[in-house]
């Protein structure tokens, strides 16, 4: 890290201490003026003075969703994570890693990520429906120094923040807490179902301070386990209870399917895990991955309609409610459409296969034979920078589910290998899978595209412009 780079993260991270003791001497009171606070100390020097004054507009407003968010954070959260959190995306990932990551798209004309994905194991201790960890077993593990070493490499390239997948990541928590003490720099998320939460392991969450959670569960008990088996939605809500207990960071992570949709876009789901602490939930559109998968599960056109103007109803400050949604497919719009390959983020499985996206299992490029940077100078990594967005309709954002001849496309013209970890998994009968739904949805979402009002498609992470698009 560069001096200068030291110097204004050690100096934030001092008025950032200031910043919230003062907020534990009455956050319900102080709460506007712990951003008039902040505005004096930091708004000049790194972020723009008007995205501070629209916080302290809508703190003022005991109604605002945001505003009830927010203080839940400084009342609920471990005051040492709060401020890890804060510095590590805020300034180390948002600040400085952005415009590294940025630098590093020009030098080296490719797609470079703010988000890398990565599965400790493919071992879970659960069999969900519809779930390609299912099929795996405990065939694989990336080593503690493998996932040092995607880590280390990903912060030269201006990665900061690194969400833990599976298989079950827990199954590997020491290593995790191994990892999140060695770059402090970096935050961290693990999906996680929960079953290996205890208190001990919380009390370790908390000296690390920069490791956060989304912990899976989908509607009703009987919802629930319906996919994940039973005794599956109690597991979660005992684990939530530790979270909640030891003031952890912590959110859902929801697949919600064409039998669960009702029950995870229900007022009694989110008020119950509002109740229960959670500040964040993970919407993700059931994918028809694996040689179990069933394309009947894919949520219909009305229903993924249906989600997205709830999702705007949920996050509408004055109807929504003190949580943060985001839906993995419907909030396309927001970053420019499909955000894998590296545009924003890729993935790599537990057998160190660099894959462009957690439900692409496909791969030229492996951690024990290409360095991070060489797997996104890669053909099947290029083919994506090249071809996204994969549709000017952003609400039609992925290659594989809203348009499969892409993906087709692209895996037959780079020679790209089937991940699957039990059997090679053809691209076209993947693909066949999602073709009823594009022909399906493509009607519906185009009619929301021309009807509804959009945010600009332009994002610090899209290359906008004439010289960037399809370059």
């Known amino acids: 890290m560069a001096l200068k780079q030291k110097a204004v993260v050690k100096a934030a991270s001092i008025a950032l ?7 534990d001497k009455d956050p319900e009171k102080n709460f506007v003026k712990i951003l008039d606070y902040a505005e004096k100390i930091i708004g000049n020097g790194l972020y723009p003075i008007e995205n501070i004054e629209k916080m302290k507009k809508a703190a003022m407003d005991p109604s605002n969703i945001y505003t009830q968010l927010g203080k839940g954070i400084l009342r609920d959260i471990d005051r040492d994570i709060v401020h890890h959190f804060l510095i590590t995306l805020g300034i180390e990932g948002g600040y400085f890693g952005t415009k590294q990551v ?7 004309k490719c797609n470079i ?3 890398i994905l990565f599965d400790p194991t493919s071992a879970c201790n659960l069999k969900c429906k519809g779930c390609w960890a299912a099929e795996y077993g405990h065939r694989q593990s990336l080593s503690y120094d493998e996932m040092d070493s995607i880590v280390t490499q990903g912060k030269a390239l201006g990665t900061h923040f690194y969400m833990l997948t599976g298989g079950e990541p827990l199954i590997r928590k020491n290593d995790i807490l191994l990892l999140c003490a060695a770059h402090p720099d970096c935050a961290f998320m693990s999906y996680t179902n929960g079953t290996l939460i205890d208190d001990a392991f919380c009390e370790e969450v908390k000296k690390v301070g920069n490791l956060a959670f989304a912990l899976s569960i989908e509607g009703t008990e009987e919802s629930n386990d319906f996919r994940r088996g039973a005794g599956a939605y109690r597991d979660t809500m005992r684990a939530l209870g530790l979270l909640k207990k030891h003031k952890c960071l912590y959110g859902i992570s929801v697949c919600y399917t064409s039998k669960n949709f009702s029950y995870v876009t229900s007022d009694a789901f989110l008020d119950a895990m509002i109740d229960a602490g959670v500040k964040y939930a993970w919407y993700f559109n059931y994918m028809p991955v694996g040689h179990t998968a069933d394309k009947a599960l894919i949520p219909t056109p009305a229903q993924r309609k249906a989600m997205y103007f709830w999702l705007r109803k949920m996050r509408n400050s004055a109807t929504g409610k003190p949580i943060m949604v985001i839906d993995f497919q419907d909030d396309g719009e927001y970053v420019g459409g499909c955000i894998a390959g590296g545009r924003n983020y890729f993935h790599i499985n537990s057998a160190g296969d660099i894959e462009p996206c957690v439900f692409i299992h496909y791969s030229d490029a492996n951690i024990r034979t290409h360095t991070l940077l060489q797997a996104l100078q890669n053909p099947l990594f290029m083919a994506y920078h090249r071809g996204q967005p994969f549709n000017d309709n952003h609400l039609r954002p992925c290659p594989m589910l809203e348009n499969p001849d892409a993906l087709r496309k692209m895996v037959h013209e780079t ?5 699957n970890l039990i059997t090679a998994e053809d691209v076209d009968t993947l693909c066949g899978r999602c073709d009823d739904f594009a022909y399906e949805w493509a009607g519906v979402a185009d009619e929301i595209w021309r009807t509804t009002k959009h945010p600009k498609t332009y994002t610090s992470y899209y290359r906008d412009g004439e010289k960037g698009l399809r370059q």
């Open 102 to 108: 940025r630098a590093n798209r020009e030098k080296y």
């Open 415 to 419: 020679g790209a290998k089937s991940t």
């Open 113 to 115: 990520p703010w988000i």
């Open 17 to 23: 201490d200031r910043i919230l003791k003062y907020a």
